[in-house]
């Protein structure tokens, strides 16, 4: 008897779901997931990279499907490309830790385009939520820390995750079900090259994995074969892409009764930059409300763990791509403003004299403790040195917005409506969104007439 691949196991852990559903608690995990996706992706319409993506998408043939910004819709690829792209652009989508992976801006785009396109109950397409963050995160766990240096896993691992969102909703049986796997991972893609220039590049990885996955699942359902070791195989995923990795963490308790879903697992951002920054944001804010009045900052220092200075060191940014992938500013703008919104972001901010003066104060470096304790794990110390002598410092463990410290569902639907409001969204029109998102938990038809009206700021 041949083993199974792992394809093949996850396979039939979404076929044994099928059968045994899911608990509210997991349902519900994943309609609050899917508002603070929605509100990233209004957020996007009222950027200029927004605005690239919804020229592209006007470019393409009319279709049935979604994409928000646009009265009339477009094909399920283009929706779940367009959409993942938008609800990534302001950096304040989720993250699950150990994967280093954004999920909601990959799996709840391609779920979004499927549902709408094939007609399900609200429930079905959050079953399919939780079916690709589960898939995805797994992968992502798996490919260990020397992936993360060349590949940005919220896109090769994400594929997968659309994939299986995709795949759930189709009603793909097993065979189909790994091919769909198989044709994904072939797909699998997402350098980071780009960061080295601030280029526009980033949610278009997102945006490609909802749309490929979309696809691998779409073409195995009629027929298209698919590799069924493209994880473990030879020539497959983690041969090619993370040979540090280890291929059977994929399923590791996967399908036990003790067996807690990713779902659960997931961060949300309150502050508007990388994830990397948010300790560090987090622990800059507690010092600020303990500076005395007069106080004069003279020195800045920054520890944290090795992958947030790979991607965060950037002592003097001045796009705004840099800026929020820069520890140093994002430290400044926290200690200036109290705050690190979308607002710290604007031209008039990142030019702000105080903030720039105090970047060459800020020093980062690497502490081997926190470094010891990433992934799980995502922490900053920082400390400040006054110009009377005075040293300040405090550390964050877990940031705001990781599990064991979330936000509110008051805060999520208050983030929410700032998000919109950015995305120039009229208000009246916020509101009915949230009534659309709080109906999602019902057995009723999957209804996106009120995302079809989102005009926003194109």
Known sequence: MIDASLSEQLADWQLARRESGFASADLHAARLLVLDWLGSALAGLGTDTGHIFLEYA??????????LGLTEGRSVEVAALCNGALSHIVEMDDVERESVTHPGAVVIPAALAVAERVGVSGLE?????????????????????????????????????????????????????????????????????????????????????????????????????????????????FAGLAPHGDPQRVVAHLGEPTESLRIHRISIKPHASCRHTHAAIDAALALRARLPV????????????????????????????????????????????????????????????????????????????????????????????????????????????????PLTTPELEAKFRLLADYGKVDRQQAEQLLGWLRGLEAPVPFDSGPLRQVAGGN
């Open 58 to 67: 006007r470019l393409q043939p009319p279709g049935r499907v979604t994409l």
């Open 125 to 237: 397409f959050l079953a399919a939520v939780v079916v690709g963050y589960e898939v995805m995160v797994r992968i992502g766990e798996a490919v260990g820390a020397e992936h993360y240096v060349h590949f940005h896993n919220t896109s090769t691992c994400g594929v997968y995750g659309a994939a299986a969102a995709a795949g759930w909703l189709l009603g793909l049986d097993r065979e189909r079900l790994v091919w769909a796997l198989g044709n994904a991972g072939t797909q699998a893609a997402g350098l980071w090259q780009f960061n080295d220039d601030g280029a526009l590049t980033k949610p278009l990885h997102p945006g490609r994995a909802a749309a490929n996955g979309v696809l691998a699942a779409t073409l195995s359902r009629l027929g298209l074969t698919g590799a069924r070791k493209i994880l473990e195989g030879e020539r497959g995923f």
């Open 294 to 405: 007069d106080a004069v900052i003279i020195a800045v220092t920054v520890a944290t763990y090795r992958a947030a200075l790979a991607l965060c060191d950037k002592p003097d940014p001045h796009t705004v791509t840099d800026a929020k992938f820069s520890l140093q500013y994002c430290v400044a703008a926290a200690l200036h403003h109290g705050q690190v919104g979308l607002a710290e972001f604007a031209p008039t901010a990142l030019a702000d004299s105080t903030v720039r003066k105090l970047l060459p104060a800020i020093q980062v470096a690497v502490d081997e403790a926190r470094e010891a304790a990433y992934p799980a794990c995502w922490s900053a110390a920082v400390s400040l040195t006054l110009a009377d002598g005075q040293v300040l410092q405090t550390s964050q463990e877990q940031p705001k917005g990781d599990p064991e410290n």
